[in-house]
């Protein structure tokens, strides 16, 4: 079975770093993209940043300058450095994933998603 596992996540002080990472388990065909999203309490589920196959990179303005996306294609995994951490950077991340893989039935192109990791950024 294929599932995205994710690590990191925790409680850091305002302007604290953060490493989340994220790999794919299980054989897969190919990854067409990955990335990480965020909800926070009350709000909308947002993309923070995401890289394509092709290592098109895009992040959610609020997050410019201070997060980094980079992937290990060896490895499938994506991490997310965040640097400059502030309190509105606060949700619960996850990491997403368009990709294809085998089943009894045949390859199959899915979106996954990872089941979520708790960021806090408070003094």
């Known amino acids: 079975q294929v599932q995205l596992v994710e690590s990191g996540g925790g409680l850091v002080q305002p302007g604290g770093s953060l490493r989340l990472s994220c790999a794919v388990s299980?054989?897969?065909?190919?990854?067409?993209?990955m990335g990480w999203y965020r909800q926070a309490p009350g709000k909308e589920r947002e993309l923070v940043a995401g890289?394509?196959?092709?290592?098109?990179?895009n992040y959610a303005g609020s997050v410019k300058g201070r997060f980094t996306i980079s992937r290990d294609n060896a490895k499938n995994t994506v991490v997310l450095q965040m640097n400059s951490l502030k309190p509105e950077d606060t949700a619960v991340y996850y990491c997403?994933?368009?990709?294809?893989?085998?089943?009894?039935?045949?390859?199959?192109?899915?979106?996954?998603w990872g089941q979520g990791t708790l960021v806090t950024v408070s003094s």
């Open positions: 997403n994933s368009v990709l294809t893989y085998s089943t009894p039935a045949g390859l199959t192109y899915r979106e996954l």
């Open positions: 299980g054989t897969i065909f190919s990854i067409n993209s």
């Open positions: 890289i394509t196959s092709g290592d098109n990179l």
